[in-house]
T-cell receptor, first 112, second 111 residues
Framework: NAGVTQTPKFQVLKTGQSMTLQCAQD?????MSWYRQDPGMGLRLIHY???????DQGEVPNGYNVSRSTTEDFPLRLLSAAPSQTSVYFC???????????FGDGTRLSIL | QKEVEQDPGPLSVPEGAIVSLNCTYS??????FMWYRQYSRKGPELLMY????GNKEDGRFTAQVDKSSKYISLFIRDSQPSDSATYLC???????????FGKGTRLHILP
């Protein structure tokens, strides 16, 4: 999806490892979000940011950290990976001020 | 009652048929309504974005909102195999920036 780039596309981790999922946008939008998508659970909001230096928790924030030092980037950090964090992670740009969100193509993460 | 309800399907229809996808919601404060299409191993892609009640048409797609019934629909005319995907409804209100998503309906268009 043009404008929102997520890396890596796939990752396998062992329990207890840490890693950072990257999200970069060229849409110059203030609002960015991280979701996880699991079968039967739909999209669940992890963390979001309304601008550089401002972040807040979503529905399922435990085990994840975020920071927003620039408008373009919004990395998601797994501090100590657990099998329950096996999921597909999507970064979204937009939302807020009644605007729709635009999604990246996701990072598929498996925790063994 | 869940905030947004959407039948997970799968829904299988023959090519060329009219498809109707629906969501119901409980929060009367929702004012903005969206439909996303998600292909396998891809992110959700915005299809339609509407405000309040009424219809909006874009090519073969029509979005319909009935706020009195708290019911939204997406119609696909002349359905094609390339329309096979998961369709997610989404909505938000005036006072809360967060977008609430349905869990998606899997659609299969049979050639």
């Amino acid at each position: 999806n043009a404008g929102v780039t997520q890396t890596p596309k796939f990752q396998v981790l062992k329990t207890g490892q840490s890693m950072t999922l990257q999200c970069a946008q060229d849409m110059n939008h203030e609002y960015m979000s991280w979701y996880r998508q699991d079968p039967g659970m739909g999209l669940r909001l992890i963390h979001y940011s309304v601008g550089a230096g401002i972040t807040d928790q979503g529905e399922v924030p435990n085990g994840y950290n975020v920071s927003r030092s620039t408008t373009e980037d919004f990395p998601l950090r797994l501090l100590s990976a657990a099998p329950s964090q096996t999921s597909v992670y999507f970064c979204a740009v937009g939302g807020g001020a009644h605007q729709p969100q635009h999604f990246g193509d996701g990072t598929r993460l498996s925790i063994l | 009652q869940k905030e947004v309800e959407q039948d997970p399907g799968p829904l299988s229809v023959p090519e060329g048929a009219i498809v109707s996808l629906n969501c119901t919601y409980s929060n009367s404060a929702f004012q903005y309504f969206m439909w996303y299409r998600q292909y396998s191993r891809k992110g959700p892609e915005l299809l339609m974005y509407t405000y309040s009640s009424g219809n909006k048409e874009d090519g073969r797609f029509t979005a319909q909102v009935d706020k009195s019934s708290k019911y939204i629909s997406l119609f696909i005319r002349d359905s094609q195999p390339s329309d096979s995907a998961t369709y997610l409804c989404a909505m938000s209100g005036d006072r809360d920036d967060k977008i609430i998503f349905g869990k998606g309906t899997r659609l299969h268009i049979l050639p």
